[in-house]
């Protein structure tokens, strides 16, 4: 449960949050793990005891442990139910499929390369996928490097459907997760605190300032832990989305928390309760009250903040300086932008808590696709990360050929258990050398803990079956809940654990069963340390400022061509340098989390970094807000003669930009922001403010346009010092810790 501290600073609000959610993930973590102690004794149970065909009991026992242990779904129940039945259908295929090549070494390793990177790369399409690969996997890990011959394909079946059947039932019915319901509170409370720094008052703006933009923060670091896809999958999307458009709208409201928004007249302050209202009516929603955002009264509020500008604007003063009329309209600028983006924000919320948004029709939200957008979505995610420049193709890739090479040895050299040779390489392969080299020396270090425990229970129970059954529940209960609330390193020993009761229910053997774990899972860790070595061992860190580079250039080249449709009619150029920004930041983001993951292995500031990774999306964002303008005057009266005015401005601003992505990559120093084109914005004011004397509505609406694009451009101008500071900071943390 969130709870606001009114006051607190912000560190001490981030530390409060994060004992929130340590609470919250503690209560998950017991209840899955106490979910798989009770299911999966269960099944291994009866498929041992009343089935007895060893084949049916060991895959009854890993399938069980795969869904309950390391397959996770979030979302509405129904999803959730549709996932897991998708997952049982995989399974069927994947055991079928490795059961038919586990007799060939050099085809199983090859069908392992094909299964391996498919199932991994999949998760760039959707969360689902990204979040069941490695249950997937283990399906087929299992099969194929148990040799066996086409007739024993029922009986693996037969345990994999008792696993999947009982396994399902469980994660359904039993303790079913609400992780998404903890989210939306912290949404909500993120909403209700921009709007209560929406009607704060002078005397309390600079602490709800603050109090906003811990509370943003916080829900970004919070999802930044989810997995994210760059395609739309609804209500979660929608929810991951909300911190990006409430920083936007922060970014508008609030450049600095001493810096007050100065309003010029009522419809100023009408707007901005009317964004308040539409905010805290969307929170209402979040949290299963009946919110009513009054998004009409928020567009009438807009349109009357625009009208009181317009009755201004022809009045200004004939000898005007270059530089009071951006004074002059700020305060509407900065009104008019944070109202839609108020807009964006509650309609994110309305939709990640199921509801519909019927009067946003047009609005760009994150809604489901319908299948053919579906596909076609699809096919454009594929494209754009089908390149080594993609985190999630460096990774499959990586994985891939880890687990075919661990197939092979496994197959070659006849070890009793090879598919632990696998599950080893599996389970420590990370993005870059040093992580994996760590992850080896944590999964050693765990096994043989595991090992030692295992040993000294062998040897106290004996061949007494009946306390190893008794003992099977407890092993798994700590097998889950270690890796998630303890360490990697306690789950290895835990699952070590596991294994030695488990066989030594199927076939007592004693503690030399540890021994052949040792063995294999060493052989699996080698194994994962060389493919580490050889592809990309630099990891996401060595990529990142490759597309914080593009990711720059792309978004200048999108705000260049959208501003150029101010004077010219439509074209494709605007929608090409769109989707070339968008699948630059896509690429971005999943570089940005990889990195997170890695960081210890890295130099920079994570929030130097986390800056420049901000920067470069609202690059994008005033591309989109020009395109937003573009969109105004299509098939309108447009003031061509006033718009080329700003030429000289977008040349400067997309050089600078694209010079900054070099800088980061070359590792130099930042160019100063670039010098403005002060005559071509005296020309473009006296244009607009000549227009807009007719008192023609049509002429004064173009000449807002135009006004309101240059703003969005002094944005840009005034983004480029913060950005200058970013990246030095950066470039002389990572020289001083080289």
Request: proline fraction near 4%.
């Amino acid at each position: 449960m969130v709870v606001h501290l009114r006051g607190a600073l912000p560190a001490e609000r981030i530390r409060f949050l994060r004992r929130q959610s340590s609470a919250v993930g503690d209560s998950v973590a017991v209840k899955s793990a106490a979910r798989a102690a009770i299911v999966m004794p269960a099944v291994f149970a009866f498929a041992d005891k009343l089935i007895g065909q060893p084949q049916t009991s060991l895959f009854a026992a890993f399938g069980s442990f795969a869904l309950l242990v390391l397959v996770e779904f979030t979302g509405p129940p129904r999803t959730r139910l549709a996932a897991y039945l998708a997952l049982a259908c995989v399974g069927v295929a994947f055991i079928t499929l490795g059961t038919l090549c586990s007799r060939h070494a050099w085809l199983a390793a090859g069908a392992m390369a094909v299964v391996g990177f498919a199932t991994l790369f999949a998760g760039v399409i959707n969360g689902y996928f990204a979040a069941a690969a490695t249950g997937a996997l283990l399906t087929f890990v299992l099969p194929v490097t148990l040799p066996a011959p086409n007739s024993a394909i029922p009986e693996r079946l037969e345990g994999w459907g008792l696993a999947a059947g009982a396994g399902i039932s469980a994660l359904m019915l039993v303790w079913p997760p609400r992780q998404r319901a903890n989210l939306q509170r912290e949404a909500a409370g993120a909403l209700r605190a921009v709007a209560d720094h929406l009607d704060a008052d002078r005397e309390s703006w600079a602490e709800r300032a603050r109090a906003a933009r811990a509370s943003v923060d916080a829900l970004g670091r919070r999802l930044l832990g989810q997995h994210r896809p760059t395609g739309p999958t609804g209500p979660m999307a929608a929810l991951a989305s909300l911190p990006d458009e409430l920083d936007w709208l922060l970014s508008f409201l609030t450049p600095a928390p001493e810096v007050q928004l100065e309003l010029a007249c009522a419809e100023d302050a009408e707007a901005l309760a009317a964004a308040a209202q539409v905010l805290r009516a969307s929170a209402e929603t979040l949290q299963g009250l009946n919110g009513q955002p009054d998004f009409q009264r928020l567009e009438a509020a807009r349109d009357a903040v625009a009208r009181a500008l317009m009755r201004r604007l022809p009045e200004l003063s004939a000898d005007i300086r270059v530089g009071e009329v951006p004074r002059a309209l700020d305060a509407p600028f900065r009104i008019r932008a944070l109202t839609y983006a108020a807009r964006q924000a509650a309609a994110y919320g309305l939709l990640a808590s199921g509801t519909e948004v019927p009067e946003l029709d047009h609005l760009d939200v994150a809604q489901p696709p319908a299948a053919l957008a579906a596909l076609e979505a699809t096919e454009r995610l594929t494209i754009e990360h089908a390149s080594v420049r993609s985190v999630w193709f460096r990774n499959s890739l990586r994985g891939a050929v880890g687990l075919a090479v661990a197939v092979y040895i496994a197959q070659r050299t006849g070890l009793q258990h090879g598919f632990w040779v696998v599950l080893g390489t599996l389970s420590v392969l990370r993005s870059n050398a040093l992580g994996t080299g760590w992850s080896i020396v944590s999964a050693l270090a765990g096994t043989a803990v595991g090992i030692v425990l295992g040993a000294v229970l062998v040897i106290g129970i004996g061949t007494h079956e009946a306390v190893l059954w008794g003992v099977l529940p407890v092993a798994v209960f700590l097998a889950a809940y270690a890796p998630r609330a303890i360490s990697f390193a306690a789950g290895q020993a835990g699952f070590t654990v596991v294994l030695f009761v488990l066989f030594n229910i199927i076939q007592p053997v004693g503690w030399s069963v540890g021994l052949v774990r040792f063995e294999d899972v060493a052989i699996g860790f080698a194994i994962s340390l060389l493919v580490g070595l050889l592809f990309w061992p630099r990891g996401a860190a060595a990529l990142l400022l490759d597309e914080l580079a593009t990711a720059y250039a792309r978004g200048a080249d999108f705000v260049l061509a959208t501003a150029r449709r101010l004077s010219e009619e439509g074209s494709d150029e605007a929608a090409r340098a769109g989707r070339a920004s968008d699948a630059a930041l896509h690429r971005l983001d999943d570089a940005f989390r990889q990195y997170l993951a890695e960081r210890s292995a890295t130099a920079y500031n994570v929030e130097d970094v986390a800056a420049l990774v901000g920067g470069a999306a609202r690059v994008r964002r005033a591309a989109l807000s020009l395109a937003a303008l573009a969109r105004m005057t299509d098939g309108k009266k447009r003031l061509e003669h006033c718009a080329r005015n700003l030429d000289g401005e977008l040349q400067a601003l997309q050089a600078w930009y694209i010079a900054f992505g070099s800088a980061l990559t070359k590792r130099r120093q930042v160019p100063p922001p670039h010098i403005r084109d002060t005559e071509g914005r005296s020309r473009l004011l006296t244009c607009v403010r000549d227009a807009a004397r007719g008192r023609d509505k049509a002429t004064v609406d173009a000449a807002l346009v135009l006004l309101w694009s240059s703003q969005h451009l002094d944005n840009l101008w005034r983004l480029e010092s913060r950005l200058a500071e970013r990246a030095d900071a950066a470039r002389a943390a990572a020289t001083a810790a080289e």
